[in-house]
């Protein structure tokens, strides 16, 4: 398995620029998530799907789209950049729901990141 | 107040040493709390879940402690190899699909 992939792995972008992060995941996950990584600061989730066809926003979810057409394929849409969103991307998925008591199915697998610079 | 506080170090400590992190969450309703490892420029990857009584995986030990809402990462015999950023995870339960990460605790081991 290839696990979570991610492309491209670096980019610039121009102000008011568009573009897409691409994500997939081969291990059949239901649930997959997009955060943001910047320095001193955690990750923090953009959007996130629970399923082919829902998604949700997460905490910082603005200026950015996602849909889930399929269960591998989990896309983000940045629709007119900025330079606030120069940032480090994951994307991330995992077979189940967090419960109560932690098991196998919480885990979190991640991509290895889309470096993304606006300038 | 930061849902989940870390501090973010560095601890700069020898081969071999033991040291230990703590980290804070405000949401006492938290039932779900993970430590992750992260390597310079990489994703992060889990080390281990934790326990409500505590867990232990070789070298590294986990302890949550409810009353004072911290959970600890105890890693003895350091290594080289355990120089990373380790991220304090927790689910605060309002979204069962939601994670809180901390902004992570830098280790750095010297020879």
């Known amino acids: 398995n290839a696990g979570v992939t991610q492309t491209p792995k670096f980019q610039v972008l121009k102000t008011g620029q568009s573009m897409t992060l691409q994500c997939a995941q081969d291990?059949?996950?239901?649930?997959m998530s997009w955060y943001r990584q910047d320095p001193g600061m955690g990750l923090r989730l953009i959007h996130y799907?629970?399923?082919?066809?829902?998604?949700d926003q997460g905490e910082v979810p603005n200026g950015y789209n996602v849909s889930r057409s399929t269960t591998e394929d989990f896309p983000l849409r940045l629709l007119s950049a900025a330079p606030s969103q120069t940032s480090v991307y994951f994307c991330a998925s995992s077979y189940g729901l967090v419960k109560t008591t932690p098991s196998s199915t919480d885990t979190q697998y991640f991509g290895p990141g889309t470096r993304l610079t606006v300038l | 107040r930061k849902e989940v506080e870390q501090d973010p170090g560095p601890f700069n400590v020898p081969e071999g040493a033991t040291v230990a992190f703590n980290c804070t969450y405000s949401n006492s309703a938290s039932q779900s709390f993970f430590w992750y490892r992260q390597d310079c420029r990489k994703e992060p990857k889990l080390l281990m879940s934790v326990y409500s009584s505590g867990n232990e995986d070789g070298r590294f030990t986990a302890q949550l402690n409810r009353a004072s809402q911290y959970i600890s990462l105890l890693i003895r015999d350091s290594k080289l190899s355990d120089s990373a950023t380790y991220l304090c995870v927790v689910n605060p339960m309002d979204s069962s699909y939601k994670l809180i990460f901390g902004s992570g605790t830098r280790l750095l081991v010297r020879p």
């Open positions: 291990m059949n996950h239901e649930y």
């Open positions: 799907s629970v399923g082919a066809g829902i998604t």
